[in-house]
């Protein structure tokens, strides 16, 4: 992990100083992962891979603006998440408010019958559209891309107690959820 | 709720230290209820897990690729600093080079102007001899008049 830190941090250096190959190994190297955190972000493969070009073109145009090549990750995440929201905004413009609950405490009708990966997909799919966007994108910072609380606060530019009490709540309602495939 | 040290569900999302975990599991010793919780945590986690990460349908555009060109107007506006500098230079060549030309068309003048303050100097020696010369010699035709007799100068 240290030693993976250390080599974005010299690639971000090399692309900065004009080296086209390595910003093409950062692209090669965050791609699926963007793309994955934006597919279950906005849940329509065109638009996640539309928003993770734009994504990467974004964090070539400003490289030189990031301040701490070493925190690359977050900060290319930070840009995924703007382009991600911008799009909620314009699709959806009542985004800035609170998100009404959806649906919060519902049972994933899975349960008794053995449960094959397929179906064990669509459950988990499904218990991440119950959360609200905020909740369902700190699970997915958390879960799947493995950052800290702090770290998450940066992605979503909120403080560490809002991002605690997204998880909290998410973790609360997902436990609920996908009781039914967890035993 | 639970009786821990610490949240559960920091300790189940990785977030706790290791002094704060070894608390914890040591609370988890002897708590069943705390254990059960932590046990559904981690199942939950395990099942978000088992959403397996797809494949991007084609690859991003890499950086030599066209998409990463900048659109016609920001080409214009990153070769702004460069134009001005560009532009600025040409301007500083420009005068350099008025400067020195004045400043050899003056030496030129100069050089002029002294050979003709020598051509001068030179012209009025010569107007000097010829007065000389002349008055000479009308000195010595009227000496000569004065000697030659009257029947000749009839």
Redesign the interface.
């Known amino acids: 992990m240290i030693f993976r830190e250390v080599e974005n941090r010299d690639l971000v250096l090399a692309a900065r100083g004009g080296e ?1 190959d390595a ?2 190994r950062l ?1 090669s190297r965050w ?3 963007v ?2 955190y934006l ?2 972000v906005v849940r329509d ?1 065109e638009d996640a ?1 539309d928003l ?2 734009d994504t ?2 974004k964090a ?1 145009r400003y490289l030189p603006k990031l301040d701490d090549p070493g925190r690359f990750p977050q900060w290319l995440f930070r840009i995924a998440h703007n382009e991600a929201f911008s799009q909620f905004r314009r699709e959806r413009p009542e985004i800035d408010e609170e998100p009404a609950e959806q649906t919060a405490g519902h049972a994933v009708p899975v349960g008794g019958s053995p449960v094959y ?1 397929v179906e ?2 669509l ?3 499904r218990a ?1 559209d119950g959360l609200t966007p905020e909740q369902r994108e700190a ?1 997915l910072l ?3 891309q493995g950052f ?2 702090e770290e998450i606060a940066q992605i979503q530019l909120c403080p560490v107690s809002t991002v605690k009490s997204r ?2 709540a998410a ?1 609360d309602q ?2 609920i959820t ?2 039914p ?3 | 709720m639970n009786c821990a040290p610490f ?1 559960l ?1 920091d300790y ?2 990785e ?1 706790l230290t290791a002094d704060q975990r070894r608390q914890v599991e040591a609370h988890l010793e002897y708590c069943a209820a705390c254990r059960r919780e932590v046990e ?2 981690g ?22 690729d066209k ?2 060109e900048p659109a016609w107007y920001a080409r214009w506006l990153h070769a702004l600093p460069r134009l001005g500098f560009g532009l600025a230079l040409l301007v500083v060549v420009f005068l350099a080079g008025a400067w020195s030309q004045r400043r050899s068309e003056a030496r030129v003048l100069q050089a002029i102007q002294a050979v003709e303050a020598r051509h001068d100097v030179q012209m009025r020696d010569v107007d000097q001899s010829y007065r000389l010369i002349i008055q000479q010699m009308n000195e010595f035709y009227r000496r000569e008049a004065e000697v030659r007799p009257a029947s000749y100068r009839q």
Do not use: C, M, W
């Open positions: 086209v910003f093409n692209v791609e699926k992962r793309y994955n597919l279950r493969r891979l993770t070009q990467f073109l070539y990966p064990l997909s459950t988990v799919e991440l699970v958390k879960v799947y800290k609380f998880l909290y973790f997902l436990k996908l009781a495939v967890t035993g | 949240d569900r189940a999302l977030e559904r945590l199942l939950t986690r395990h099942a978000l897990l088992r959403l397996p990460e797809e494949e991007i349908p084609r690859r991003i555009a890499f950086v030599s998409v990463f």
